[in-house]
């Protein structure tokens, strides 16, 4: 085995998750007054941390972070997390990887509370040995900071990880923590800007992981 150590970004990657994202940032446009905000493109905010979407997609003036993160962060306890899904033939992705003996977390942006109850959502909660995300303080929020964390989290080094991702923000950090990187053409980001970082293969599907990774 080439990898001990498999970890997956969470929205885009394991989880169908724009609706309840978009649905959670027009609410706090809503409630903020701000208009004229496009979502119609998922790449601009699915897989950037969230301060990331207010500064450069809402355009949300920095006095108003604190209370647009309260403001969304209760739409999607309300309503927008309920939206997730598991993307079709993940889980089974998932058993295969853990017969096989490797180890599994997720490495996600997401606040790491709300990681943790998106994995239960779409059923996934079973297969991983750690699921870790971002703290509310926002001290690790980008994928170079997450990933040692996750990987120290499974209790392994970075040499013997392999990251799983669909957005350049997963294969930049990937790239920044020398581990190797598989891009996700099925989830939301695009795959020539992921592809611009050092890459070993492309999913096209959720099935083309497991091949990849044992064939590696």
């Known amino acids: 085995m080439k990898y001990k150590y498999i970890l997956f970004d969470l929205d885009g990657t394991l989880s169908a998750s724009a609706s309840g994202i978009r649905y959670s940032l027009e609410k706090t446009c809503e409630e903020l007054n701000v ?23 809402c355009k949300f003036p920095d006095e108003l972070y604190d209370k647009a993160y309260d403001i969304y962060m209760r ?22 990887l853990r017969a096989e003996g490797y180890k599994l977390a997720v490495c996600s942006s997401k606040l790491e509370e709300n990681s943790e109850k998106v994995v239960d959502i779409i059923g996934l909660t079973k297969y991983f040995d750690a699921i870790c995300g971002s703290n509310r303080d926002s ?17 392994g080094n ?53 091949d990849i990774i044992t064939k590696s």
Request: glycine residues 8%; aromatic residues 12%.
């Open 139 to 155: 001290t690790r929020k980008d994928k170079k900071d997450l990933i040692p964390y996750a990987v120290e989290r499974l209790g």
């Open 158 to 210: 970075t040499a013997e990880a392999v990251m799983i991702g669909d957005t350049y923000f997963d294969a930049l950090g990937a790239e920044l923590c020398e581990v190797d990187f598989i891009a996700c053409a099925f989830g939301y980001g695009k795959v020539e800007d992921m592809l611009k970082h050092p890459y070993i293969a492309v999913a096209e599907k959720p099935s083309d992981i497991f």
């Open 75 to 96: 739409h999607y306890a309300e309503k927008g997390i309920l939206m997730n899904k598991a993307y079709d033939g993940i889980e089974d992705v998932l058993i295969n």
């Open 35 to 57: 208009t004229g905000v496009d979502f119609s493109d998922y790449t601009k905010y699915i897989g950037p941390p969230l301060v990331s979407t207010f500064k450069n997609i």
